[in-house]
T-cell receptor, first 113, second 116 residues
Framework: DAGVTQSPTHLIKTRGQQVTLRCSPISGHKSVSWYQQVLGQGPQFIFQYYEKEERGRGNFPDRFSARQFPNYSSELNVNALLLGDSALYLC????????????FGQGTRLTVV | AQKVTQAQTEISVVEKEDVTLDCVYETRDTTYYLFWYKQPPSGELVFLIRRNSFDEQNEISGRYSWNFQKSTSSFNFTITASQVVDSAVYFCALSDGNNQGGKLIFGQGTELSVKP
């Protein structure tokens, strides 16, 4: 079975531009979460979507938005990019219930110049 | 508020040594989940283990073992007879009972270097 897939793997954008990152979860997983990992730090939670509805949002500005599609894939959008948005963006898909496990994709490395 | 602390930022050992990575967590929830992930240089977070708050039984998987102690809010990870391939950054993470695996609070990570 395919794992969590993210696209693109690398991206370079200019300050002020907008970017869209994509994530396909593991088949059967209905929950998708997004994380931002700045170099040298642990991942920071941005969003969780479950069954196409937002389940949670981290402490990120409104420039960050996301959505989940009927096939449970997801997009993360970031508007008006800042240099500080440069990071590894990770997508995780998870099951629910007491035995829930979260599996991560390889990430999208975004560089803002 | 939930918080995960990994006090060891970097650990360096020689191959075949045992090494323990510490994780201390804070939560007011009675039901919660603890995770360990490995992040090699490629960047992908590799799932190692999930532990429920109501299951304090320690777990061993090959050279890996985990010690969960609610009394000290710790979930430590030991690698026995370390190998060079164990070199990576290791993250401990916490999730509350409502979010299960969907919203993880990560520690800062411990970078493990295993030298031949």
């Amino acid at each position: 079975d395919a794992g969590v897939t993210q696209s693109p793997t690398h991206l370079i954008k200019t300050r002020g531009q907008q970017v869209t990152l994509r994530c396909s979860p593991i088949s059967g997983h209905k929950s998708v979460s997004w994380y931002q990992q700045v170099l040298g730090q642990g991942p920071q939670f941005i969003f969780q979507y479950y069954e196409k509805e937002e389940r949670g949002r981290g402490n990120f500005p409104d420039r960050f938005s996301a959505r989940q599609f009927p096939n449970y894939s997801s997009e993360l959008n970031v508007n008006a990019l800042l240099l500080g948005d440069s990071a590894l963006y990770l997508c995780a898909s998870s099951t629910t219930g007491d035995r829930a496990e979260a599996f991560f994709g390889q990430g999208t490395r975004l560089t803002v110049v | 508020a939930q918080k995960v602390t990994q006090a060891q930022t970097e650990i360096s050992v020689v191959e075949k040594e045992d090494v323990t990575l510490d994780c201390v967590y804070e939560t007011r929830d009675t039901t919660y989940y603890l995770f360990w992930y490995k992040q090699p240089p490629s960047g992908e977070l590799v799932f190692l283990i999930r532990r429920n708050s109501f299951d304090e039984q320690n777990e061993i998987s090959g050279r890996y073992s985990w010690n969960f102690q609610k009394s000290t809010s710790s979930f430590n990870f030991t690698i026995t007879a370390s190998q060079v391939v164990d070199s990576a950054v290791y993250f401990c993470a916490l999730s509350d009972g409502n979010n299960q695996g969907g919203k993880l609070i990560f520690g800062q990570g411990t970078e493990l270097s295993v030298k031949p």
